[in-house]
């Protein structure tokens, strides 16, 4: 009986896994699913958007491969509910290390605050690069944008 509930609880976890894992990356593959979701905020909120997504990617593991896409989503995200921003880039690149960097020219913020905010977008973010093995720095400046860059 123990071994029967340890089976259904793995079949469990491998099912709600791959419910998480978001279905336009499996669909599109990583590059159109971050074109995507770019040019679709682009679009919604009348903004400037620069694209440079090196294609074709290396082929990543599917957590790897998640966390970029998961990391670009939030990014835009941010862009669009708190930068102000009339323009971001989003650049995807791949050499020795794949680096996604996303830019805006919006209003920044204090990146050194110690004030909680209620949001923890930018705490998943780091969480998730850091158990993808990959380094996530965050740049920014009142009154002069922000950059985000993601390496793996």
Do not use: C, W
């Not at 419910?19 to 599109?28: C, G, H, K, V, Y």
Request: proline share 3%; glycine share 8%; no cysteine.
């Amino acid at each position: 009986k123990s071994l029967e509930a340890t089976r259904k609880g793995a079949d469990e976890t491998r099912r709600a896994l791959k419910a998480l894992r978001s279905s336009s990356l499996e669909d599109m593959g990583l590059s159109l699913a971050i074109q995507r979701t770019a040019e679709s905020a682009a679009a919604r909120f009348h903004l400037n958007l620069t694209l440079d997504l090196k294609n074709p990617m290396p082929t990543f593991s599917p957590d790897v491969e998640q966390t970029i896409f998961r990391v670009a989503q939030e990014s835009i995200e941010n862009i669009v509910n708190h930068s102000r921003a009339k323009n971001f880039s989003v650049t995807l690149d791949s050499d020795i290390h794949t680096t996604l960097t996303i830019q805006d020219d919006g209003i920044g913020f204090d990146t050194k605050s110690k004030e909680p905010t209620g949001h923890f977008g930018l705490v998943g973010m780091y969480e998730r690069a850091q158990l993808a093995g990959g380094k996530l720095k965050i740049q920014s400046e009142k009154g002069k944008g922000t950059q985000v860059v993601l390496t793996i």
